[in-house]
């Protein structure tokens, strides 16, 4: 099966970072990362999702977090210099990011945004974010996300 290389998936390769694409079959009534992780036979621990929020003080910004958990929306204002936050509109999630729901990556995005990764993550010597795409996750070590996004490390779950 021919798997077609997403932007993010260029941009990594440019940048000389090591990954893998991992398709999957897509369920269009169940974007859910708990579908993502069953179809990947993975734990849902290691199956981040990418949410993108807005500040009350400084606009957009990412958080990438394990499928089974919520965003803490107040650790996540305080760790990104707002007072509150709120998750981005739907409708407002393709303009500003240039993704759909269900394959919003943290690589590649119209603009990089300031961006935030869950502390499980450093768990695992791999671990799988969305390529870009809906069925098509990237596989990458933790310390390679962070470094290539310019990502915090930090506690943003409930």
């Known amino acids: 099966m021919k798997i077609n290389k997403t932007n993010a998936a260029r941009l990594l390769d440019k940048a000389k970072v090591a990954y893998e694409l991992v398709p999957y079959e897509v369920d269009e009534e169940n974007l859910a990362a708990m579908h ?32 089974d958990c919520e965003v803490d929306l107040k650790a996540a ?7 509150s936050a709120e998750m981005l509109h739907m409708k407002e999630l393709l303009p ?4 759909i729901r269900g394959g919003c990556s943290p690589i590649g995005m119209k603009k990089p945004f300031p961006t935030f990764v869950h502390s499980t993550c450093m768990r695992f010597s791999s671990i799988y974010i969305s ?3 809906r069925g098509l996750q990237i596989r990458i070590a933790p310390d390679d996300l962070v470094a ?10 409930v």
């Open 36 to 67: 993502v992780a069953e179809q990947l036979g993975e734990d849902i621990s290691q199956v981040f999702k990418t949410l993108v929020l807005r500040g009350d003080r400084n606009g957009i910004f990412v958080c990438v977090i394990p499928g």
């Open 77 to 83: 204002a305080r760790l990104s210099g707002n007072k």
């Open 96 to 99: 500003v990011t240039g993704y």
């Open 131 to 133: 390529a870009g795409v």
């Open 148 to 157: 290539f996004t310019g990502a915090t490390v930090a506690e943003l779950c």
